[in-house]
Nanobody
Framework: QVQLVESGGGLAQAGGSLRLSCAASGSTSKIYAMGWYRQAPGKQREMVATITVGDTVDYAKSVKGRFTISRDNDKLTIYLQMNSLKPEDTAVYYC???????????WGQGTQVTVSS
C-alpha cells in the first residue's frame, strides 16, 4: 500500500505564491509518475501537473507558466510551486500516484488552497 501525505497550502492573496509538498511512503517501487490534481466546489477534479520518474512534466493550460512541479532525487517527494496565484486557483489540491495494473491510484488527503482577490 502507498501512503501520500500532503503539506503546504493555505491562504494567499492574488498574485502571491504557495508551495505544496507530497511525500510518498510504503510500497512505492512501482510508481512511475506522480501528480497534483485539484477540485473546486461544485466542479470535477482536474489535473494540475504531473511528473514522471524520468522528469517528464505536464501541466494544465490554466497553470502553465505559473506553476512548477518538481521532485526530490529520492523520487518520493514532489512539490508544486504556485506563483501568480489567481482566485480561480482556489480548490482542494490532491496528490496522486501512477503505476501499472490496478494498484493505483492512491490519493492524499487533500490540502486547501484559497486565493483572495
Amino acid at each position: 500500500q502507498v501512503q501520500l501525505v500532503e503539506s503546504g497550502g493555505g491562504l494567499a492573496q492574488a498574485g502571491g505564491s504557495l508551495r505544496l509538498s507530497c511525500a510518498a511512503s510504503g510500497s512505492t517501487s512501482k510508481i512511475y509518475a506522480m501528480g497534483w490534481y485539484r477540485q473546486a466546489p461544485g466542479k470535477q477534479r482536474e489535473m494540475v501537473a504531473t511528473i514522471t520518474v524520468g522528469d517528464t512534466v505536464d501541466y494544465a493550460k490554466s497553470v502553465k507558466g505559473r506553476f512548477t512541479i518538481s521532485r526530490d532525487n529520492d523520487k518520493l517527494t514532489i512539490y508544486l510551486q504556485m506563483n501568480s496565484l489567481k482566485p480561480e486557483d482556489t480548490a482542494v489540491y490532491y496528490c496522486r500516484d501512477f503505476c501499472p495494473g490496478g494498484e493505483c491510484p492512491h490519493w492524499g488527503q487533500g490540502t486547501q488552497v484559497t486565493v483572495s482577490s
